[in-house]
């Protein structure tokens, strides 16, 4: 069993890296790799994409790796690999991002990336820090977590989901932000679970198990 964790110069994947390998060890999840060859991403048995930045600025690293994107897509899409998208990573897998500029995402969750607003305007932007998850749909990678664990968030942008069935947990700050979702055999979490502590690893640990 191959879990890839895709470098495309995005973000430090040192502790991702970490609490992944730790949780494989655990668990029995098998070889943690991190990677940005194309053909290590069509043999893996599941796919992490992670992200920090800019939503633009990812989508266009994620496309200057020739053939990266479309390994990830292949493996996805068409032979339904378990997928998690972190952060960013999570974002792209939109329908549009709004941040800077209008830009496409890979449409796999209908949706879009807007910033939040918090209706308290006390309330500073990023969303930084721990903050309630509410669970709001069951998920397999959701299992042993429940509505007032903790999770650890850095971002300015949420995803808005079309059919509210593929938001699977929010938290609040003076409004709903959208913190996991999920479609099919993919899903993906606004927060770190990697910093995350407990809820983050219980997170890591569930994707590794999944069998969608």
Known sequence: MLTVLVDYDSGNLHSAEKAFQRMAAETGGGEILVTSRPEDVARADRIVLPGDGAFPACRRALGDVGGLFEAIEEAVTHKARPFLGIC?????????????SETRGFDWVPGEVVKITPADPGLKVPH????????DNPHPVLAGIETGDHAYFVHSYH??????AQRLAHVDYAGDVTAIIGRGTMVGTQFHPEKSQATGLRLIANFLQWKP
């Open 88 to 100: 960013v990573g999570m974002q792209m897998m939109a329908s549009w991002g709004r941040e800077y």
């Open 128 to 135: 930084m820090g721990w903050n309630d998850l509410v669970i």
């Open 159 to 164: 995803f808005r989901v079309t059919h509210p």
